[in-house]
């Protein structure tokens, strides 16, 4: 039966799974791999998702955490020499990963699930992109509605004004525009019926480049 196609992130978790399990005769926790890749254990348990249901780890035991094992021991590594050199940067301009879902109403935790979204020459070529598809219209006075994709620049800073994925210190995550105040910052909405949201301090993920809409 044909596999289904893995992403380069879930080769590394699998490459890990296999590494951890022949090393210590066990698998290994969902923290323990968030802690290997120094992302949040939601992170993990999207991509461990995505491969149970592709197929490539198994749940040896209900309600335990170290119940997942591999399918397969025969997934080529993430590093592995596929036959050639990596594909041209050419070859792939114009290509961006949904990571998941942002909220824009109430804030939450966003869970990567990679996909590839065909772009063409829509974006710029000298910047790192990626999209994620926005939940709630806190942003609606600025043209962005529930189910819209925003196409963001990867980046740790950002002016005031600006439209951001900020990360806030609970590590939930939401689409709003940056403003630093005495006290910290306020993530403004663009709906006037919702309040903004104050905190000490935010982790820029991004700054928003555009938007897209399927009619």
Known sequence: ??????????????????????????????????????????????????????????????????????????VAPATADRGGAEPAAADRRGVVTILGRIAAGSPIETIEDPEELELADLLPRDRECYALRVRGNSMVEDGIHDGDLVLVERKSTARDGEMVVAVLPDEEATLKRLYREPNGVRLQPANSTMEPIFAPSVEIRGVVLGVLRRF
């Open 1 to 74: 039966m044909a596999r289904l196609p893995l992403t380069k992130r879930q080769l590394e978790i699998l490459d890990f799974f296999r590494a951890y399990t022949r090393e210590r005769n066990l698998s290994p926790t969902l923290e323990e791999v968030a802690r290997h890749f120094g992302v949040n254990k939601v992170t993990i348990f999207g991509h461990v998702s995505e491969l149970e249901r592709k197929g490539m780890l198994v749940k040896s035991a209900a309600k335990k955490s170290r119940a997942r094992q591999l399918a397969f021991d025969d």
